[in-house]
C-alpha cells in the first residue's frame, strides 16, 4: 500500500491537455499531484474523441492500492486549477503584498506575477525589497517582474522619488522571485534611436538570458512601430485596444493579455472564431481595493468572459495554463502528475467564486485567514514632503495682462481611461487666467519628494468633477500630490489633509472632508485589513459621483490623469506632457 498525504474524492477535475471535465479521484503528495484515478471519460456536454485510446485494464482501480492521510469527499464539485495572474499590480489594491495575497487565495488566486514599478517609482530598489519581504509569508506565490520604465518616461517629463537604471535590473534578474521584464511603458521612445536604460538592459539580457520574457506596455502602436516593438524581443501586451490593434497582435505572434475592459463581444468572438486560446491569457492589471472586496479578482474576469460566451473550458484553460506558460512556470496552471497541488473547487462557473482553494496540497482559503501585519520602515510613513501651500500657489499666471487666451484642457471621457485635449477660451486678468466658470477644474501636481517643489499646472473638463475638489498621492506612476477642484478653499482643505495623513486619496466639498482612505505606507498602502479598506475606498468612489465625476471607473480615471505615457494630454509636476509626441507643451496655445 502506498502513502500520500491527501486525497480528493469524487470531483469533476478539469484535465488542462484534454480541456474537459472528468470525475476522478486525486491523489497528493508532498505538495504535488501524485496520481488521478479517472472514474468516468465524460465532459460536460462534450465526449471525448471517439478514437481514443482505451483505458488499460487495472488502472481504473489503481487508487485503490493507495492510502491517503486525509480525504476529502468532493462530490458535486468542479476542481480547476489554482488561477494565475500574470500580469497586475498588488500596489493598485492599495494593500500591502501578504493583506492581498490573502484576499486573493479566497479567490481561487494561488500566483500572480507583480510589476511592483509604483513603489519602485517612490523607494526604488529598496520598496521592492519591502514588498517581497512582505509577501514572503503570504499563502500563494507571488513573484514579480523587473520594473523596466521608472520613471515610465524621463526626468525631464515627470519627477520621481527613485529611479531603476541598469544596473539596478541586472540586480534584480540574480533574485529568484523575479520572472520577467516587467511592461516596458515608454514604447514609443525605444522603437527610436535612444539611450534608455531599458535599452541597455535589454541588450545585456539578449547575451545572458535570451529566452526571458519582455512584457510590453503598447496601447495604438500598429504597422512598422508595432514590429520594431516585437524585433526587441517585447512579445506581450495588456493595454486597451481596438479589434484591428488586436488583430495585429495576434498575427505577428504577441501574446495577447486581456483584462476586463478588454472583455468586449468584437475581441471575444474574433478569439473564439480563430481559436487564439494557445495565445492569449486573462489578468487583472489595476483592480481597486473596493472592487476586490465586493467582486473578487481573476475570478471576476474569468466570470465576465464565461457570461459573454467565452468556452468555460477556454476560459479555465486561459487563466491557468497558458499564463503559466508564458511566464515559464512549467511546474502549475494544470492538474496533472507531479506538477504543485494549486487548485480551487467550485460549484459553477456563473459565480465563480471557490468554496475552498488548496495550495501545495495544503487548505489556504475557506474562512477567515489571520493576516500577520508586516511593519514597514519609518521612512514609508513620512513620505509626503511638500511645502505649505500660500493663496498665490493656486493662480495661474498668463503671458498678457487682460483678454482672453486659449489654453489647453485635459478632457476626461466616460469608457476610456485614455484622456483628449480640448482647446478652450479662458478670460485674463492682471496676468492671470480665470478659470472659474468655464466648466473647466483646475488641476495641479505637487511634487512630493523633497527634491525641486515644481507644481505642475493644467486644467479638466469633460466627464469629471462638477463641484468640490479630490485630492490624491495615488497618482500613477510617478504619485506626486495631485489636486483637482472646482474652488480654490476645497483644494487648499484637500491638500492640507493628505500631507497630515502622509498619503491618500480623499475628496472635499464645502469647507470639509467628505470621503477618505488613508494610505500612509509611501503614500500609495494600507496597512489595514481589506474590510477596512474597501469600505473606505468605496465611500470615496461614491464621493466622486456625487461631486459630478460620470466615468465608469472614476478612481483609476482621477489617478491617471497624470499618467504620461498614456494618451493623449496628461499632467505631471513638469508641466502639460503631449503623450503621443512625449514632449512638455505649454498651457496656452500660441
Not at 523633497?450 to 486644467?459: C, S, V
Request: glycine share 8%; with cysteine.
Amino acid at each position: 500500500m502506498e502513502n500520500v498525504d491527501l486525497v480528493i474524492k469524487n470531483a469533476k477535475v478539469f484535465n488542462s491537455y484534454l480541456k474537459c471535465f472528468r470525475k476522478a479521484d486525486v491523489y497528493v503528495l508532498d505538495g504535488k499531484i501524485y496520481y488521478i484515478d479517472v472514474k468516468e471519460n465524460a465532459n460536460q456536454g462534450r465526449a471525448i474523441a471517439a478514437n481514443a485510446a482505451p483505458e488499460a485494464e487495472g488502472n481504473r482501480d489503481a487508487g485503490s492500492e493507495i492510502g491517503a492521510a486525509a480525504e476529502i469527499d468532493a462530490s458535486g464539485y468542479y476542481m480547476i486549477p489554482g488561477l494565475i495572474d500574470i500580469h497586475m499590480h498588488i500596489e493598485s489594491s492599495m494593500m500591502t503584498p501578504r493583506t492581498f495575497a490573502g484576499f486573493a487565495g479566497k479567490c481561487g488566486v494561488t500566483t500572480v506575477v507583480s510589476e511592483p514599478h509604483e513603489m519602485a517609482n517612490i523607494k526604488g530598489l529598496n520598496g521592492i525589497y519591502e514588498m517581497i519581504a512582505d509577501g514572503d509569508q503570504a499563502p500563494i506565490d507571488i513573484f514579480y517582474g523587473i520594473p523596466s520604465s521608472v520613471p515610465s518616461t524621463n526626468e525631464n517629463l515627470e519627477t520621481t522619488g527613485a529611479v531603476i537604471d541598469c544596473e539596478a535590473m541586472k540586480e534584480l534578474l540574480e533574485r529568484k522571485e523575479v520572472v520577467c521584464v516587467g511592461e516596458i511603458m515608454n514604447y514609443r521612445q525605444i522603437i527610436r534611436e535612444n539611450d534608455l536604460e531599458i535599452t541597455k538592459f535589454l541588450k545585456y539580457l539578449r547575451k545572458k538570458d535570451p529566452n526571458f520574457v519582455i512584457e510590453g506596455h503598447c496601447p495604438s502602436l500598429t504597422g512598422l512601430d508595432l514590429a520594431k516593438f516585437l524585433y526587441l524581443g517585447i512579445d506581450g501586451d495588456h493595454t486597451e485596444h481596438s479589434l484591428e490593434e488586436i488583430r495585429q497582435r495576434f498575427e505577428n505572434g504577441m501574446f495577447v493579455e486581456l483584462q476586463e475592459k478588454m472583455l468586449r463581444p468584437e475581441i471575444l468572438d474574433y478569439i473564439r472564431e480563430n481559436r487564439l486560446y494557445e495565445h492569449c491569457g486573462f489578468v487583472t492589471d489595476d483592480t481597486m481595493a473596493d472592487k476586490l472586496y465586493e467582486e473578487g479578482q481573476l475570478n471576476k474576469v474569468l466570470e465576465e468572459a464565461i457570461r459573454m460566451g467565452f468556452p468555460t473550458e477556454e476560459a479555465i484553460y486561459c487563466g491557468t495554463y497558458t499564463n503559466a506558460r508564458r511566464m515559464n512556470l512549467r511546474d502549475r496552471g494544470v492538474i496533472a502528475p507531479g506538477k504543485i497541488a494549486d487548485f480551487a473547487l467550485v460549484t459553477g462557473f456563473h459565480c465563480l467564486e471557490p468554496d475552498y482553494v488548496y495550495k501545495d496540497g495544503k487548505l489556504i482559503a475557506s474562512k477567515e485567514q489571520a493576516v500577520n501585519r508586516h511593519t514597514f520602515p519609518d521612512d514609508y510613513y513620512q513620505s509626503v514632503h511638500i511645502p505649505a501651500l500660500k493663496p498665490e500657489d493656486f493662480r495661474v499666471c498668463a503671458k498678457q495682462e487682460s483678454g482672453s487666451v486659449q489654453v489647453r484642457v485635459i478632457e476626461v471621457s466616460n469608457g476610456r481611461t485614455q484622456t483628449s485635449e480640448k482647446i478652450v477660451s479662458m478670460p485674463v486678468r492682471d496676468y492671470k487666467i480665470c478659470w472659474e466658470g468655464t466648466g473647466c477644474l483646475l488641476a495641479m501636481v505637487l511634487e512630493r519628494y523633497g527634491k525641486n517643489g515644481n507644481i505642475g499646472y493644467g486644467f479638466v473638463t469633460g466627464d469629471c468633477l462638477k463641484e468640490g475638489a479630490a485630492a490624491t498621492t495615488y497618482f500613477h506612476d510617478h504619485h506626486n500630490l495631485f489636486v483637482i477642484g472646482e474652488n480654490v478653499r476645497d483644494m487648499q482643505i484637500a491638500v492640507d489633509r493628505i500631507q497630515e495623513l502622509q498619503g491618500g486619496i480623499l475628496t472635499a466639498f464645502r469647507g470639509e472632508i467628505s470621503a477618505e482612505l488613508p494610505l500612509p505606507v509611501a503614500g500609495i498602502l494600507s496597512d489595514r485589513p481589506i474590510d477596512e479598506i474597501g469600505p473606505a475606498l468605496k465611500k470615496v468612489r461614491n464621493s466622486l459621483f456625487q461631486l459630478g465625476y460620470r466615468h465608469y471607473n472614476p478612481v483609476m480615471s482621477l489617478c491617471t490623469l497624470g499618467l504620461p505615457v498614456s494618451p493623449a494630454l496628461k499632467l505631471t509636476d513638469r508641466g502639460l506632457i503631449d503623450v503621443i509626441k512625449g514632449e512638455i507643451v505649454e498651457l496656452e496655445c500660441v
